[in-house]
């Protein structure tokens, strides 16, 4: 394999004329999104010159605190971005699941990634941990965003239905299966279209990465179908804790909805 | 505000009722938010308790105490001597069903609806020839198989309260059940809910804006002004 063409400063530098490029469209029909594009890219760049710097440091000098500082940073992060996309609208009860789904569900596949498929050595091994580690709790914040957005949403439009449940004698899982159910299926959909459209509509990130960097396509490939499995476990089980826990948040210990939409007061 | 203190004259029926003084609903000293505020109140079993009073005055509240959909902000009901603080909400839902002025009507056929309630208390479901039996106790003609989203209201309502029939509770809590339906139906139906209820000493509670109604059917009616309940004599 040839090795990588190395980015200097000023074709980095050129790339950036997709943006002037976008401004000018957005400029030309009105669309008063200038402020976001510039900022959105300058973050983007600062934060990867700064995680470059943060990468080669930690690879360089390997030690499983910092490892592990990194991962609780990314996991802490997601967790807040979640919040953040729900400002002012979520329960005390259906935020500590929501952290508690994502560290669980996330860490549970990570470690099995790392040390079942991987057998990474040493353990802490930063140059695998890390990137891995944020592929899958990038890919189950996601999926956590929709599953909180579509549960408040059912609990919300199909109050009455839940309630016509209960007053049949409905425990409050049998009566918001249905809004689970779909919410399940929302949440994860993005993940399985991905996996459909994977080496026929795009070439993944990771792979074209790797390949970029000079491994065998075969060896990208591999580690690119681990890693689809391993976000389709990690988004599934995070998903499915945040449903299982999520769910009676909505209701108070005497099997009552709570509040008007259910996701505060409580 | 006026306190009312209640005075219960029952309409009863000598020998009809078996059950302890405890039984049926007691309230004592409770208070639901800024909606009730009941210092005493009865509700017998094996009769027919209609509630009346003005839009507002918490009559449904009411009922969603009966059933555990509510809970009292403070004070104690209590079911057949045991208070409903200490009953599983589940349990005594399934006991004490109620019926919602609007009853939701769930996606499926009629079929699915009716058997809805038996599903969510995992009871087996009952054959075709008491399916159709409920229909007809409840002169809802359209067949089994007919999606429910072609009903109309009135359909709808007789359909909700088939689903409640079929389960076979202890007490009935109907919230305006005459409501959707035209005069002769709503006879009908009452008439056979309440002996329903007579026969096979079940309870009703309901809710109705209708005197002429509750007095021709009930034993018991509570008069709710202003969060106050105060129960008096039918007829």
């Given at each position: 394999m040839n090795g990588i063409i190395d980015l200097g400063f000023y074709q980095v530098a050129a790339a950036y004329i997709f943006v002037i490029i976008v401004l000018a469209i957005i400029r030309h029909r009105g669309i008063s999104r200038e402020k976001e594009i510039v900022i959105a890219s300058f973050r983007m760049t600062l934060q990867l010159v700064l995680v470059g710097y943060i990468l080669v440091y930690v690879f360089d000098n390997p030690n499983p605190f910092i490892t592990a500082a990194i991962v609780i940073v990314m996991e802490a992060f997601a967790i807040y971005t979640i919040f953040s996309k729900f400002r002012g609208g979520l329960s005390t009860g259906l935020k500590k699941v929501i952290a508690l789904a994502t560290g669980a569900g996330t860490v549970l596949c990570l470690l099995f990634?790392?040390?079942?498929?991987?057998?990474?050595?040493?353990?802490?091994?930063?140059?695998?941990?890390?990137?891995?580690?944020?592929?899958?709790?990038?890919?189950?914040?996601?999926?956590?965003?929709?599953?909180?957005?579509?549960?408040?949403?059912?609990?919300?439009?199909?109050?009455?239905?839940?309630?016509?449940?209960?007053?049949?004698?409905?425990?409050?899982?049998?009566?918001?299966?249905?809004?689970?159910?779909?919410?399940?299926?929302?949440?994860?959909?993005?993940?399985?279209?991905?996996?459909?459209?994977?080496?026929?509509?795009?070439?993944?990130?990771?792979?074209?990465?790797?390949?970029?960097?000079?491994?065998?396509?075969?060896?990208?490939?591999?580690?690119?179908?681990?890693?689809?499995?391993?976000?389709?476990?990690?988004?599934?089980?995070?998903?499915?804790?945040?449903?299982?826990?999520?769910?009676?948040?909505?209701?108070?210990?005497?099997?009552?909805l709570v509040g008007e939409t259910g996701i505060k007061n409580l | 505000m006026i306190a009312l203190n209640p005075v219960i004259h029952n309409r009863s029926k000598p020998g009809k009722f078996s059950m302890s003084e405890a039984a049926g609903f007691e309230f004592i000293q409770v208070k639901y938010l800024h909606i009730l505020d009941i210092p005493s109140l009865a509700i017998r079993p094996g009769v027919v308790t209609s509630l009346l009073g003005p839009s507002g005055s918490g009559k449904t509240s009411l009922l969603r105490l009966l059933n555990k959909m509510a809970s009292p902000t403070s004070g104690r009901i209590y079911y057949n001597g045991a208070d409903l603080a200490g009953i599983r909400p589940v349990e005594h839902r399934r006991r004490v069903v109620m019926m919602s002025q609007t009853p939701v009507i769930f996606e499926g056929s009629v079929r699915d609806n009716l058997t809805a309630g038996l599903r969510f208390q995992q009871k087996e479901i009952p054959g075709e020839d008491i399916l159709r039996n409920v229909c007809g106790q409840v002169r809802l003609a359209q067949p089994l198989d007919s999606p429910s989203a072609i009903l109309s209201g009135g359909e709808k309502q007789r359909l909700a309260l088939g689903r409640i029939l079929l389960l076979d509770p202890d007490v009935y809590l109907l919230d305006e059940p005459a409501s959707g339906l035209d005069d002769e139906t709503a006879d009908c139906i009452l008439d056979m809910l309440v002996e329903k209820t007579r026969s096979q000493n079940k309870t009703l509670v309901m809710v109705t804006h209708s005197k002429a109604i509750a007095r021709r059917i009930s034993d018991n009616l509570i008069h709710i002004a202003r969060g106050r309940a105060a129960s008096g004599a039918a007829g």
């Open positions: 990634f790392l040390f079942v498929i991987v057998r990474v050595n040493p353990w802490y091994n930063p140059q695998y941990f890390i990137p891995i580690a944020g592929m899958l709790i990038g890919n189950s914040m996601t999926a956590v965003s929709l599953a909180v957005k579509s549960l408040t949403d059912g609990m919300t439009t199909r109050k009455q239905m839940v309630e016509e449940a209960l007053v049949l004698g409905a425990t409050p899982q049998m009566a918001t299966r249905d809004i689970l159910n779909s919410t399940f299926d929302s949440a994860i959909m993005p993940t399985i279209n991905s996996m459909i459209g994977m080496g026929i509509v795009f070439l993944p990130g990771m792979m074209t990465g790797q390949i970029l960097a000079g491994a065998a396509p075969t060896t990208a490939i591999a580690y690119q179908i681990a890693i689809m499995l391993g976000i389709l476990g990690a988004v599934a089980l995070t998903v499915i804790f945040t449903l299982q826990m999520g769910y009676r948040t909505f209701f108070n210990k005497e099997d009552q | -």
